[in-house]
């Protein structure tokens, strides 16, 4: 398996324009999380998703920020308008219903810069 | 957010010498994982304590879960310079397939 894949590695854009971030999980994995990674707070998760559901979006910043997992090979991190205070990195990660043994598996994130 | 405390923040060894990072939960823990992440890289699974008590290692790596399941330990023996990142602590509450990761502990290793 080629693990979780995150595209695109790297992003800059422009305060208010839209951005969007993908991620295809392992195959077989039941759930699907998004972090967010900074200095000031470290690795935050952001939602999560079981079989393709929404679990626990508490973690989404607020409105401007929106995902989907519309199939179990593909989720989004959608956010409309960005602000120069969502520059982070992004990780997605997927595990096996049970996720003892191995853990979570993280794509290799998205450096997300809005200037 | 919500947030496991790991002590130390930092740390800077010499090779050879040995590290330990600490981390503290309010709560009792169904588990606790443990992560590693490299410079520039992601995090990186390296193991899950569920039981008190457990003390399990990957060669100069020794993981323990405390006796009443709040905290737990990561220490590296004799530390090399592929040992350098960043250290997490990962906990799961009871019920709950979610991870909450530590605020991390940043090793750097001189040669």
């Known amino acids: 398996d080629a693990g979780v894949i995150q595209s695109p590695r790297h992003e800059v854009t422009e305060m208010g324009q839209e951005v969007t971030l993908r991620c295809k999980p392992i195959?077989?994995?039941?759930?699907l999380f998004w972090y967010r990674q900074t200095m000031m707070r470290g690795l935050e998760l952001l939602i999560y998703?079981?079989?393709?559901?929404?679990?626990?979006d508490s973690g989404m910043p607020e409105d401007r920020f929106s995902a989907k997992m519309p199939n179990a090979s593909f989720s989004t991190l959608k956010i409309q308008p960005s602000e120069p205070r969502d520059s982070a990195v992004y990780f997605c990660?997927?595990?096996?219903?049970?996720?003892?043994?191995?853990?979570?598996?993280f794509g290799s994130g998205t450096r997300l810069t809005v200037v | 957010g919500q947030q496991v405390m790991q002590i130390p923040q930092y740390q800077h060894v010499q090779e050879g010498e040995d590290f330990t990072t600490y981390c503290n939960s309010s709560?009792?823990?169904?588990?606790i994982q443990w992560y590693k992440q490299r410079p520039g890289g992601h995090p990186v699974f390296l193991i899950q304590?569920?039981?008190?008590?457990e003390v399990k290692k990957q060669k100069r790596l020794t993981f323990q879960f405390g006796e009443a399941k709040k905290n737990s330990s990561l220490h590296i023996t004799a530390t090399q310079t592929t040992d350098v990142g960043t250290y997490f602590c990962?906990?799961?509450?009871?019920?709950?397939?979610?991870?909450?990761f530590g605020t991390g502990t940043r090793l750097l290793v001189s040669p």
């Open positions: 990660a997927s595990s096996p219903l049970l996720s003892r043994d191995y853990g979570y598996t």
């Open positions: 195959s077989g994995h039941d759930y």
């Open positions: 998703f079981n079989n393709n559901v929404p679990i626990d």
């Open positions: 990962a906990e799961e509450n009871t019920g709950f397939q979610k991870l909450v």
């Open positions: 709560t009792t823990l169904s588990n």
């Open positions: 304590l569920v039981k008190s008590g």
